[in-house]
């Protein structure tokens, strides 16, 4: 298979969009894995809202599970890129082995972890005795799938990186393709409900992880899976890498965490598990959002990364221009979306009028800010594509900070639905925050890596 894209030398406005598109696109359909099994067991007859209550408990936590390919995956792909522009060959495969272990010791160890702990965590999150046993069962039965979901996400990244990003695409979409083939099957033909779901979902993430790993094994990458050259110093300098978008993931979770909880908290007369369903559903939407969003900004870091590597500053600079274009071009795309087809989708999940008329209301209130969202993540992204996590990791951080500020202090004043609002509030100061950063940080590192090529080269 020939490279499908030369990152070093070819038109870079071309380049951005033949890397973000299809990252974008295998984004967008891996939400499938989510949206098809939520709008399935919306629709189980007689207990789907309370089902989808329980799966929407789990949610969160299925994804923080999930985030673990993302600290090790996006922290050493970016190295991985940085080393392939340096021409250092050796030191890229020796990365990728020391991931490769990194992600299966840590499926290993999340699996027997999160068996143990999983009532009282679910019980925590927001489950109610009404939903923990659809939770628990569709966590429980997701768990057996960890190491496929772990190695099919976080080695992808490693194909995306070396330029083959149809391939990374293709992984995604085969996964969810079978995702969306299965679930019927297993919820309705089976008979098996929320079990069925995870069920599908684990078949089809084994499906994508064959693919991958056959692919990063093969002969058509320059560098593939090999095994051996073993560091701890290496595998902390990854962790660190990936601690940026790990705690990203990590975080907005804890948030839909927190949302569930305090929407627990506050729901009085029983409108707790209708909102914490709403709040599924507005998650579910919020996925579409997001997920391709970072697969443009997460998926084009191998750009950035790599004529960093190579000292060709002028490259990046102008590569982050197209991305953020990219970015804010989408947001507006799905801001219109959630004002005129929120209604559409909600009704995918419910055919309750009370929760499909508040999911809709709650849809357009977390989507007011969703433009300046855009250049939020590319920015922070950029930084981790280029090991600049002194500034990505406070950035992510304080956007967080300011969510959860409103979230906890809103309801005591306005009740339980005001929470929504706080997606609104740090989707304004984030980006704004991150602006300032930018435009007084990035001017500096890109003359500091010119100055140090400069030096060595002499």
Same mark, same amino acid.
């Given at each position: ?5 030369? &990152? ?87 990365? /990728? ?80 393709? /079978? ?31 064959? $693919? ?112 953020? /274009? &990219? ?58 594509? &280029? ?22 202090? &809103? ?9 929504? $609002? ?9 980006? /704004? ?26």
């Amino acid at each position: 298979m020939a490279m499908e894209n030369n &990152l070093g030398r070819d038109n870079i406005k071309k380049l951005v969009w033949r890397i973000a598109l299809p990252s974008m696109l295998a984004q967008f359909v891996s939400v499938l894995y989510s949206i098809v099994d939520r709008m399935y067991i919306g629709n189980i007859s007689g207990v789907g809202d309370v089902a989808l209550a329980g799966v929407g408990v789990c949610g969160p936590v299925v994804t923080m599970v999930g985030s673990v390919a993302f600290l090790v995956g996006v922290g050493g792909s970016p190295l991985m890129s940085i080393r392939m522009g340096e021409q250092k060959m050796a030191e890229a495969k020796k990365i /990728l082995a020391n991931c490769f272990l990194m992600l299966c010791i840590l499926a290993a160890l999340l699996t027997v972890v999160m068996i143990v702990i999983r009532r009282p965590m679910l019980m925590l999150f927001g489950a109610s005795a009404a939903t923990y046993p659809y939770a628990d069962t569709y966590f429980t039965t997701y768990l057996a799938g960890t190491v496929f979901a772990l190695l099919a996400t976080g080695m992808n990244q490693f194909i995306i990186c070396q330029g083959f990003a149809k391939v990374g695409m293709m992984s995604v979409m085969l996964g969810a393709l /079978l995702n969306i083939v299965l679930d019927p099957v297993f919820i309705f033909a089976f008979r098996m409900g929320v079990r069925g779901a995870a069920i599908a979902t684990v078949i089809s993430q084994i499906g994508s992880c064959i $693919f991958v790993l056959k692919f990063l094994f093969g002969k058509t990458v320059p560098v593939k899976i090999t095994f051996g050259g073993y560091s701890l110093r290496l595998m902390g300098k990854i962790l660190v890498m990936g601690f940026t978008p790990f705690i990203i993931i990590a975080i907005d979770n804890v948030m839909i965490i927190a949302m569930n909880s305090v929407l627990a908290h506050y729901g009085t007369g029983g409108q707790g598990d209708l909102l914490i369903t709403c709040a599924t559903i507005v998650q579910s939407f919020m996925l579409i959002v997001t997920m391709p969003l970072g697969g443009i900004s997460g998926g084009t870091q191998t750009i950035l990364a790599y004529n960093y590597g190579a000292g060709q500053t002028k490259r990046v600079l102008t590569a982050q221009k197209y991305i953020v /274009l &990219l970015c804010v071009g989408y947001m507006v795309l799905m801001f219109a979306v959630a004002r005129l087809f929120g209604g559409a989708f909600v009704s995918l999940f419910t055919s309750n009028e009370a929760i499909a008329e508040k999911a809709v209301w709650a849809i357009r209130i977390c989507t007011m800010a969703l433009i300046p969202l855009g250049v939020q993540y590319e920015i922070v992204d950029g930084f981790t594509a &280029l090991g600049q996590v002194r500034y990505s990791l406070p950035l992510s951080f304080f956007r967080k900070l300011v969510y959860f500020v409103p979230l906890f202090i &809103l309801p005591i004043f306005f009740g339980a639905e005001s929470v929504f $609002f706080a997606e609104t509030i740090s989707d304004v100061a984030g980006p /704004l925050a991150s602006v300032i950063v930018y435009c007084l940080a990035m001017p500096k590192i890109m003359k500091k890596r010119e100055t140090m090529l400069a030096a060595t080269h002499e």
